[in-house]
């Protein structure tokens, strides 16, 4: 397992933009998968987007065309840049990280590490 640290939440109205980080105290390597999940009050944690370790990416539909998830293997990082926000977006928002050995990001589906999570508001 590895440690993990986001940050970037906030609070921005409708239609904004942010962009969370997500630093891992483990290198990024084609074996590790990153994603990010939120999780809203009452409601289920849900995936919102997977980046495997080759670089390829997939995205919840509610968010698919406003959000993007990229790295730098150099920072050891993630981020998810986040557009077009909607109030139907506020949520804590957690990064986590697994081993995918092909490269790609099924690992992540159950992922074992964890970070803190960081709080995304959005205003109407």
């Known amino acids: 397992q590895v440690q993990l640290v986001e940050s970037g939440g906030g609070s921005v109205q409708s239609g904004g933009s942010l962009r969370l980080s997500c630093t891992s105290s483990g290198s990024f390597n084609s074996r590790r998968c990153m994603a990010w999940f939120r999780q809203a009050p009452g409601n289920e944690r849900e995936a919102v987007a997977f980046i495997g370790g080759s670089g390829r990416t997939t995205y919840a539909d509610s968010v698919k065309g406003r959000f993007t998830i990229s790295q730098d293997k150099a920072k050891n990082t993630v981020y998810l840049q986040m557009d077009s926000l909607k109030p139907e977006d506020t949520a804590m928002y957690y990064c986590?990280?697994?081993?995918?050995?092909?490269?790609?990001?099924?690992?992540?589906?159950?992922?074992?590490?964890w970070g803190q999570g960081t709080q995304v508001t959005v205003t109407s």
């Open positions: 986590a990280s697994d081993q995918d050995y092909d490269g790609g990001y099924y690992g992540c589906l159950s992922p074992g590490s």
